[in-house]
């Protein structure tokens, strides 16, 4: 059965950082595209960040481009979100999700898994 399942969320200050971790049961993970969404508080779930499946593709979106950094192990079977200069706009469950190849997709109706999600909260 597969799973992804995400740590690292918590309750942080304006500018400060933390690191999400998506650890998945795929097989073989490096042929999955993985991203990130975040659904903020009475909104929709939106995209990102995403690294393709051969890792040479990083997509982000404009709004935490420059501040978030996407990774990915092949031996660990992770998916890392690396966030740093977090503002109170960034509040949300985030979630990883994955697709077996294929381009990343800024659509939720492309990823086949999904993880739990885990809370970040960044206060003023």
């Known amino acids: 059965q597969v799973a992804l399942v995400e740590s690292g969320g918590g309750l942080v200050q304006t500018g400060g950082s933390l690191r999400l971790i998506c650890a998945a049961s795929?097989?073989?993970?490096?042929?999955?595209?993985m991203v990130w969404f975040r659904q903020p508080p009475g909104k929709d779930r939106e995209f990102v960040a995403g690294?393709?499946?051969?890792?040479?593709?990083?997509t982000y979106d404009d709004a935490v481009k420059a501040r978030f950094t996407i990774a990915r192990d092949n031996v660990k079977n992770t998916v890392s979100l690396q966030m740093t200069s977090l503002k109170p706009e960034d509040t949300a469950v985030y979630s990883c999700?994955?697709?077996?190849?294929?381009?990343?997709?800024?659509?939720?109706?492309?990823?086949?898994?999904w993880g739990q999600g885990t809370q970040v909260t960044v206060s003023s």
């Open positions: 999700a994955a697709r077996h190849g294929g381009a990343i997709d800024k659509s939720t109706s492309a990823y086949a898994y």
């Open positions: 795929l097989r073989p993970f490096s042929s999955h595209t």
């Open positions: 690294i393709s499946w051969s890792g040479g593709g990083v």
